[in-house]
């Protein structure tokens, strides 16, 4: 071949990557990968509208026991649920066995077990809908509907890295106190004619209790993970201070993504970008609280980062916490998977399939509707900020393509 036909031959090479290139930016799905991301989008859809009258038909098997095979290395549920409205209702309403004081932290939370042996973790409702968090963008109680948006955040933005959640009502009187530990029953109070608990946490105290409406009290309830998956916590390495007038490198220090890639675990396998996926994924709920993050144990950096604890969130729909994108803009990096599922859900989609999920939920609504409002504004601001880096970085070291499946053991 002569080297003027190399040359050309060359040139429509080029020109065909960089059209593939261009496809993604345009969220078209002009090649194989976004083909297969715009099938995978199809499923949720499909999927995303779930029944409140779901029951357990064709299995002899529970419902945690169905929840508990669908956790793997890189996921807590499948691509494909079709019991998850039956084991979210099972959530909803199964018969409480015992309750405790919740695990260590610093919000009030109590430790349930369902009929059959099953953990959970139950949050108390603490604002109304409609109620704003002033000051710090981690400021306030945990918000128990936040639990369950993010949950069906989750499930859209196609991660499945969220344990399952739902909203429920529990009688105080007749659910609780009865199956209820002397440790949590110590905590229990009334307030004129509500009954309240305040539990045991570090920001635990009488004087600041939850309080049930009469005995009917509000909730969230957060599906334990199976034990045969145990948790190893992280320092989050944009994790904040917390401390007036000190700051985290990260947030003086613009070349510290550099630093970070040079650490176990992120200078090698998918834990970096999922840090950069869980960025975007707390910048559109507004979660500025991710201090430390759990996986396996064990991974050697291999598992997912789990989206636990969500409850620091849709506090406050008017502000927008752009230092939570630190991670995409200092490293200037996202998985190819990732952004087409954002440019999917642009022009309102998102907050559309948002609303259509949050239906389901016994508590629905479960958001005030700034909320979702601002669900598509930040999205705008977080494709607005990859475009960025792809104009100073180039698209090949903007979008990378990581799609790393291990098999359930």
């Given at each position: 071949m002569k080297l003027k036909q190399r040359v050309v031959l060359l040139g429509a090479v080029l020109l065909l990557l960089g059209l593939a290139k261009i496809f993604l930016l345009d969220g078209n799905d002009g090649t194989t990968a976004s083909r297969r991301d715009l099938r995978a989008f199809r499923k949720m859809e499909a999927g995303l509208t779930l029944s409140r009258a779901a029951r357990l038909t064709h299995t002899l098997q529970s419902p945690w026991e169905i929840a508990s095979q669908w956790v793997g290395p890189r996921e807590v549920f499948p691509e494909e649920t079709p019991e998850l409205a039956a084991v979210l209702t099972s959530l909803s309403s199964a018969r409480i066995e015992r309750a405790d004081v919740g695990y260590k932290g610093t919000q009030l939370k109590a430790l349930l077990v369902l009929d059959g042996g099953q953990k959970v973790v139950f949050k108390p409702k603490r604002y109304n809908r409609d109620y704003v968090v002033e000051g710090e963008p981690y400021a306030g109680y945990d918000r128990h509907n936040a639990e369950v948006a993010a949950f069906h955040l989750d499930r859209i933005l196609g991660f499945r890295r969220a344990p399952l959640v739902v909203g429920r009502f529990v009688n105080l009187r007749t659910e609780i106190k009865p199956v209820a530990t002397d440790q949590l029953l110590s905590t229990f109070l009334m307030q004129g004619n509500n009954t309240c608990f305040y539990g045991k946490c570090y920001y635990c105290r009488e004087s600041e209790p939850a309080c049930a409406v009469g005995e009917l009290m509000e909730g969230s309830v957060t599906l334990w993970l199976p034990d045969v998956w145990p948790l190893q916590k992280h320092r989050h390495p944009w994790g904040r201070t917390y401390r007036e007038g000190k700051l985290a490198r990260w947030e003086y220090d613009e070349?510290?993504?550099?630093?970070?890639?040079?650490?176990?675990?992120?200078?090698?396998?998918?834990?970096?970008?999922?840090?950069?996926?869980?960025?975007?994924?707390?910048?559109?709920?507004?979660?500025?609280?991710?201090?430390?993050?759990?996986?396996?144990?064990?991974?050697?950096?291999?598992?997912?980062?789990?989206?636990?604890?969500?409850?620091?969130?849709?506090?406050?729909?008017?502000?927008?916490?752009?230092?939570?994108?630190?991670?995409?803009?200092?490293?200037?990096?996202?998985?190819?998977?990732?952004?087409?599922?954002?440019?999917?859900?642009?022009?309102?989609?998102?907050?559309?399939?948002?609303?259509?999920?949050?239906?389901?939920?016994?508590?629905?609504?479960?958001?005030?509707?700034?909320?979702?409002?601002?669900?598509?504004?930040?999205?705008?601001?977080?494709?607005?900020?990859?475009?960025?880096?792809?104009?100073?970085?180039?698209?090949?070291?903007?979008?990378?393509?990581?799609?790393?499946?291990?098999?359930?053991?």
């Open positions: 070349s510290y993504c550099e630093a970070v890639k040079k650490m176990p675990p992120y200078d090698a396998g998918p834990r970096l970008l999922d840090v950069i996926d869980t960025a975007i994924f707390d910048y559109l709920i507004g979660n500025a609280d991710r201090h430390h993050y759990e996986s396996f144990q064990d991974d050697g950096g291999a598992s997912m980062l789990i989206l636990l604890d969500n409850a620091k969130s849709f506090g406050n729909a008017a502000l927008d916490e752009r230092s939570i994108l630190a991670p995409l803009y200092q490293c200037c990096m996202v998985r190819v998977s990732t952004w087409n599922r954002l440019n999917l859900l642009r022009n309102g989609a998102l907050s559309a399939a948002l609303r259509q999920a949050l239906t389901f939920d016994p508590i629905q609504p479960v958001l005030a509707e700034p909320h979702l409002a601002a669900l598509d504004r930040r999205l705008a601001g977080v494709i607005a900020t990859v475009n960025q880096c792809v104009e100073s970085q180039g698209l090949d070291n903007t979008l990378i393509e990581d799609r790393m499946n291990l098999p359930h053991p």
